[in-house]
C-alpha cells in the first residue's frame, strides 16, 4: 500500500472505537525506512490514542540488514514514530531443523529472541507465537516453549503466548493434515502449564476455529483475542472463520462457555464495562 492508502484504513474507522492497529508486512527490497516511520507517525496523527502494534522481530532483522542498522537502532527508530509494542509473530518454531525447512528466510530463533530481549530493555511490550501443526515434532514444541520461558525469567516482557495452528492450504505444504481440534487444545494446555511465567495464554479464535477457542477457555487460555476487523494472512491459507466478530459476539461466546467475558486494550489493563 501507498502511505494514504494506509493511513485511510484508519481514517475510515476514525469515529470506531478502536484501540489498537496491529501491523504486519512482507519484506520489501525497495522500500526506503522512512516508509514504515512515516507509516506510524501518520497513524498517529489520526487517532493519537491508538495502540500501535507493528512489525514482527523478522521485520525488524529484516530492516537492520537491508539499511546497515543494528536491532537496537531500528527499534528505537520505530519508537520514536510511535512505535508502542511488538507482535509475536515470526515465532514459527524456534528450532533450526523446522527453520531451515519452512522459513529458512526468516531470521533465526536466537535472532527473534533477542529482538524481544531489546524491546524489553527498551520498554516495551510484545507476545511470543508458536507455529504448530506441520512438521514440527512434540519436543520441538517443548523447547520452543522453553525457550520463550527463558526469556520471560530474565525480562518480563511477555504478555501472551499465542499458539497458531497451521493451515496447510494454498501453501507448499498443502498435502499435510491440519491440527485435529485435540491437538490444538492440548497445545493450549501445555502452554498453560510450561509457561507458569507468561501471564495470558491467547486463542486465535481466527486459526483454531470460534467453537475450538471457546473450548479452549478450559483448557488454561484466558484470550480469546480481539473483536479483529480485517485479517489477511490466516484468510489467504484458506481459514473458513470470519474476519471480524462484534463484542457482543465475542462476549455471547465466552458467557456461553461459561467463562466472565472482561473486556482488555492492549497492555492487559481491564477496561470497565
Given at each position: 500500500?501507498?502511505?494514504?492508502?494506509?493511513?485511510?484504513?484508519?481514517?475510515?474507522?476514525?469515529?470506531?472505537p478502536?484501540?489498537?492497529?496491529?501491523?504486519?508486512?512482507?519484506?520489501?527490497?525497495?522500500?526506503?525506512?522512512?516508509?514504515?516511520?512515516?507509516?506510524l507517525?501518520?497513524?498517529?496523527?489520526i487517532?493519537?490514542?491508538?495502540?500501535?502494534?507493528?512489525?514482527?522481530?523478522?521485520?525488524?532483522?529484516?530492516?537492520?540488514?537491508?539499511?546497515?542498522?543494528?536491532?537496537?537502532?531500528?527499534?528505537?527508530?520505530?519508537?520514536?514514530?510511535?512505535?508502542?509494542?511488538?507482535?509475536?509473530?515470526?515465532?514459527?518454531?524456534?528450532?533450526?531443523?523446522?527453520?531451515?525447512?519452512?522459513?529458512?528466510?526468516?531470521?533465526d530463533?536466537?535472532?527473534?529472541?533477542?529482538?524481544?530481549?531489546?524491546?524489553?530493555?527498551?520498554?516495551?511490550?510484545?507476545?511470543?507465537?508458536?507455529?504448530?501443526?506441520?512438521?514440527?515434532?512434540p519436543?520441538?514444541?517443548?523447547?520452543?516453549m522453553?525457550?520463550?520461558?527463558?526469556?520471560?525469567?530474565?525480562?518480563?516482557?511477555?504478555?501472551?503466548?499465542?499458539?497458531?495452528?497451521?493451515?496447510?492450504?494454498?501453501?507448499?505444504?498443502?498435502?499435510?493434515?491440519?491440527?485435529?481440534?485435540?491437538?490444538?487444545?492440548?497445545?493450549?494446555?501445555?502452554?498453560?502449564?510450561?509457561?507458569?511465567?507468561?501471564?495470558?495464554?491467547?486463542?486465535?479464535?481466527?486459526?483454531?476455529?470460534?467453537?475450538?477457542?471457546?473450548?479452549?477457555?478450559?483448557?488454561?487460555?484466558?484470550?480469546?483475542?480481539?473483536?479483529?476487523?480485517?485479517?489477511?494472512?490466516?484468510?489467504?491459507a484458506?481459514?473458513q472463520?470470519?474476519?471480524?466478530m462484534?463484542?457482543?459476539?465475542?462476549?455471547?461466546?465466552?458467557?456461553?462457555?461459561?467463562?466472565?467475558?472482561?473486556?482488555r486494550?492492549?497492555?492487559?489493563?481491564?477496561?470497565?464495562?
Open positions: 500500500m501507498s502511505l494514504e492508502q494506509a493511513w485511510d484504513k484508519l481514517r475510515q474507522r476514525q469515529h470506531e478502536l484501540t489498537e492497529v496491529h501491523i504486519v508486512n512482507g519484506l520489501h527490497p525497495d522500500l526506503p525506512f522512512s516508509y514504515y516511520t512515516d507509516l507517525a501518520g497513524l498517529k496523527r487517532r493519537p490514542d491508538v495502540h500501535l502494534k507493528a512489525f514482527t522481530a523478522v521485520e525488524i532483522a529484516f530492516y537492520a540488514d537491508l539499511y546497515g542498522r543494528t536491532d537496537e537502532d531500528v527499534l528505537r527508530a520505530l519508537m520514536a514514530a510511535g512505535l508502542d509494542s511488538l507482535p509475536g509473530g515470526g515465532a514459527e518454531i524456534f528450532a533450526e531443523r523446522v527453520r531451515r525447512k519452512i522459513c529458512h528466510d526468516k531470521c530463533g536466537d535472532r527473534w529472541l533477542a529482538i524481544h530481549r531489546t524491546a524489553h530493555r527498551l520498554g516495551m511490550r510484545s507476545n511470543v507465537t508458536m507455529l504448530y501443526g506441520h512438521i514440527e515434532t519436543e520441538e514444541r517443548v523447547d520452543h522453553l525457550r520463550a520461558r527463558a526469556l520471560q525469567d530474565e525480562t518480563g516482557g511477555f504478555q501472551a503466548f499465542i499458539p497458531l495452528a497451521f493451515h496447510p492450504d494454498n501453501n507448499q505444504m498443502r498435502k499435510l493434515p491440519a491440527p485435529t481440534a485435540a491437538d490444538t487444545l492440548r497445545v493450549h494446555a501445555v502452554a498453560r502449564l510450561v509457561l507458569d511465567n507468561i501471564p495470558h495464554i491467547k486463542a486465535f479464535w481466527i486459526a483454531t476455529g470460534i467453537d475450538v477457542a471457546q473450548v479452549s477457555l478450559w483448557f488454561g487460555v484466558d484470550d480469546l483475542d480481539g473483536t479483529v476487523q480485517e485479517e489477511k494472512i490466516y484468510h489467504m484458506g481459514a472463520t470470519p474476519e471480524a462484534t463484542t457482543a459476539q465475542i462476549r455471547a461466546l465466552v458467557d456461553a462457555a461459561g467463562r466472565q467475558p472482561c473486556e486494550d492492549t497492555l492487559y489493563n481491564l477496561i470497565p464495562a
